[in-house]
């Protein structure tokens, strides 16, 4: 099961900030943070990821609170190409092997960004 | 271009015809792995190679095969397709371990009629 919960659904307005949350309170301190998009049936698209610090790139940004029970991706200035499914995951820690590279997609956040 | 390129974008076939999905990086990534997509069930990892000749199953294996015979290509083969194997696949790649990207290619829609 995937160890994040995200909000549905959340509309933004075209030009605004999209600030996307998450919560993944059980996240162990190995666990990195990592979010993808998906644009309707195409390949989930790597966005960003981080361990503890904030991190930032030509995309996006990614704001980890200090305990890492949650965590918000922001969209800096959201355009009508960004409306996709957005996905938070917690990479799994575990044996050397399958555990460390598979990603568990959960449901996501569907964001709408209206002109 | 980095890319993952899976072959061919679209198939129709009829159960029971072999037929072997191709997967192709160009990163010199170890680590591979196929998934499915369904709707209500989100994807699911099907199998994952951690380098040349090491091949393990995932969560969703029955059915299918892989080989990873060179490190850049993992095939992703169904010996006798089913109706219930109707769905989009999708190849990933990475260099391995919890701090490298999962690199997605764009995906197959494979219809089993």
Known sequence: DAKTTQPPSMDCAEGRAANL??????ISGNEYVYWYRQIHSQGPQYIIH?????ETNEMASLIITEDRKSSTLIL???????????????RVAGDYGGSQGNLI??????LSVKP | EAQVTQNP???????????????????????????????????RQIYYSMNVEVT???DVPEGYKV?????RNFPLILESPSPNQTSLYFCASSFGGLNSPLHFGNGTRLTVT
């Not at chain 1, 949350?21 to 059980?26: G, L």
């Not at chain 1, 981080?50 to 904030?54: A, E, F, H, P």
């Not at chain 1, 997609?105 to 569907?110: N, V």
């Open chain 1, 21 to 26: 949350p998450c919560n993944h309170s059980t």
């Open chain 1, 50 to 54: 981080g361990l503890k610090n904030n």
């Open chain 1, 76 to 90: 800096p200035h959201a355009t009508l190409r960004d409306t996709a499914v957005y996905y938070c995951i917690v």
């Open chain 1, 105 to 110: 997609f959960g449901k996501g956040t569907k």
């Open chain 2, 9 to 43: 974008r679209y198939l129709i076939t009829v159960t029971g015809k072999k037929l072997t999905v191709t997967c192709s990086q160009n990163m010199n990534h170890e680590y591979m792995s196929w998934y499915r997509q369904d709707p209500g069930l989100g994807l």
């Open chain 2, 56 to 58: 393990d199953k995932g």
């Open chain 2, 67 to 71: 080989s990873r015979k060179e490190k």
